[in-house]
């Protein structure tokens, strides 16, 4: 156990529609990662916030959105959902900014994503 | 961004020492290199990072040659368990780095009876 959840564990939709992804990191780390895992694309970087704000940011689709909360959580919004955007979706955390030697992330165990 | 360059499949036995090379040619100064392992429907797991020489932890030992250019993840004696997608990563640990956390395709590491 990683010490991030993230729920739900599954996911389905239909195209068209939007979601919400949710993420707790581990207790205290402040920086929090999203990922999307798809058969042909391997393990993508999305997005990454640090205590509430965006630090960098990768193959993120316009249609996506993430935010930070105060209380530390995440969430990840999919809106115009298409068939392609069907995957696993992973939350990280690490953490990195506040004083660790490395920046190991530790991984949840994914939202799997369907969109028929 | 340092680009990686792994095996994509490597088959072995149970008991014998695997050794996964990943290169990274243009590998920057303030770069480490990190290695995950993936089971399937699983995140990746954390299981060694280095700068240089060597490193070495409970499950496995990490390489690095001077140049860092290449480096070779080695795992003792597997088993069958250790079956999964080995990703080698290469990036700065600067907190305001943008740099993205690239995974890249990883090697498939199928260990057989």
């Known amino acids: 156990d990683s010490g991030v959840t993230q729920t739900p564990k599954h996911l389905i939709t239909a195209t068209g529609q939007r979601v919400t992804l949710r993420c707790s990191p581990r207790s205290g780390d402040l920086s929090v990662y999203w990922y999307q895992q798809s058969l042909d694309q391997g393990l993508q970087f999305l997005i990454q916030?640090?205590?509430?704000?965006?630090?960098a940011k990768g193959n993120i689709l316009e249609r996506f959105s993430a935010q930070q909360f105060p209380d530390l959580h995440s969430e990840l919004n999919l809106s115009s959902l298409e068939l392609g955007d069907s995957a696993l979706y992973f939350c990280?955390?690490?953490?990195?900014?506040?004083?660790?030697?490395?920046?190991?992330?530790?991984f949840g165990p994914g939202t799997r994503l369907t969109v028929l | 961004l340092a680009k990686t360059t792994q095996p994509i499949s490597m088959d072995s036995y149970e008991g014998q020492e695997v050794n996964i090379t990943c290169s990274h040619n243009n590998i920057a100064t303030n770069d480490y290199i990190t290695w995950y392992q993936q089971f399937p429907s699983q995140g990746p797991r954390f299981i060694i990072q280095g700068y240089k020489t060597k490193v070495t932890n409970e499950v496995a030992s990490l390489f690095i040659p001077a140049d860092r250019k290449s480096s070779t993840l080695s795992l003792p004696r597997v088993s069958l368990s250790d079956t999964a997608v080995y990703y080698c990563l290469v990036g700065d640990q600067s907190f305001d780095s943008a740099r993205q956390l690239t995974f890249g395709s990883g090697t498939q590491l199928t260990v057989l009876p």
């Open positions: 916030y640090y205590n509430g704000e965006e630090r």
């Open positions: 990280a955390s690490s953490a990195l900014g506040r004083g660790a030697s490395s920046n190991e992330q530790f």
